[in-house]
Nanobody, 113 residues
């Protein structure tokens, strides 16, 4: 079984930064798996924010130019650095072993003044 634990969410002012972390454990060879960040705002569908794998990183349109996904295979952790945050970035952010049903519990990000 795979466990994913997100952290780093919180309340941030518009324009501010925030870094999310997702630590993986359990039955996963972390270094060979693509990892993704998704988000879901109230009343909206879950959307892909960013994914990182052997071929590099890819971003959803909402994240391009503002967010950066990275990983530390030694720590089995994937990060999402979010800059220039906007109120519309408010959502629950989820970590995922890309293409699988393994999800974290989510971390709330609220962008508000």
């Amino acid at each position: 079984q795979v466990q994913l634990v997100e952290s780093g969410g919180g309340l941030v002012q518009p324009g501010g930064p925030l870094r999310l972390s997702c630590a993986a454990s359990g039955g996963i060879i972390f270094s060979i798996r693509a990892m993704g960040w998704y988000r879901q705002a109230p009343g909206k569908e879950r959307e892909l924010v960013a994914v990182i794998g052997g071929g590099g990183a890819n971003y959803g349109d909402s994240a391009k130019g503002r967010f950066t996904i990275s990983r530390d295979n030694g720590r089995k952790t994937v990060y999402l650095q979010m800059n220039s945050l906007k109120p519309e970035d408010t959502a629950v952010y989820y970590c995922n072993v890309f293409g699988t049903s393994f999800w974290g519990q989510g971390t709330q990000v609220t962008v508000s003044s």
